[in-house]
C-alpha cells in the first residue's frame, strides 16, 4: 500500500470479508465516483459501521448522503472539492464526528434494511397494480 501521510493509505484490493472492519476504523470513506450507480453498496456498508461518506454528485449518491449528518457531497471530476470535503470533516470537533457516526448506524438501522427495501418495493407494486 503507499502511505500519504501518518494517518492516510491507499490500501489497493482488499478482500471483501476484511472491508467492514476497515470501514469501522476509517474517519471518513470517500466515494470520488464519476459514473451514475444508483445505489453505492459502500454507503450502505460505511453506515453500517458508523462512518460518514463523502461522496460525488452523481446518481443516487445524493439521495443517501445527508451533508452535515452522515457524511458529505462534491462535484464529479472535482479533486480540489474533494480535499475541501476531506478537510472539513477532519476539522469537525470530536463531538461532532461521534456524532454524525451515530447517525450512520441510526440511518443503516432505520432506513437501509432489507425489510424497508421490500416493504418499498412492494408498495410500489401494489401503487401500479391500483393504477391499472
Request: proline share 8%; net charge neutral; glycine share 6%.
Amino acid at each position: 500500500f503507499k502511505q500519504f501521510a501518518p494517518t492516510t493509505a491507499v490500501l489497493g484490493w482488499v478482500p471483501f470479508n476484511e472491508m467492514l472492519a476497515l470501514y469501522a476504523a476509517s474517519e471518513l470513506v470517500l466515494l470520488p465516483s464519476t459514473c451514475h450507480e444508483n445505489s453505492p453498496v459502500v454507503i450502505y456498508q460505511s453506515y453500517q459501521m458508523g462512518t460518514p461518506v463523502a461522496g460525488s454528485q452523481i446518481g443516487g449518491i445524493p439521495e443517501l448522503i445527508e451533508p452535515g449528518s452522515t457524511g458529505a457531497l462534491f462535484p464529479p471530476f472535482d479533486p480540489a472539492a474533494l480535499a475541501d470535503s476531506v478537510a472539513a470533516h477532519l476539522a469537525r470537533p470530536a463531538a461532532e464526528r461521534r456524532r454524525m457516526r451515530q447517525n450512520c448506524v441510526r440511518t443503516a438501522r432505520t432506513h437501509l434494511t432489507l425489510a424497508r427495501h421490500l416493504d418499498q418495493h412492494l408498495a410500489l407494486y401494489q401503487e401500479v397494480l391500483s393504477a391499472r
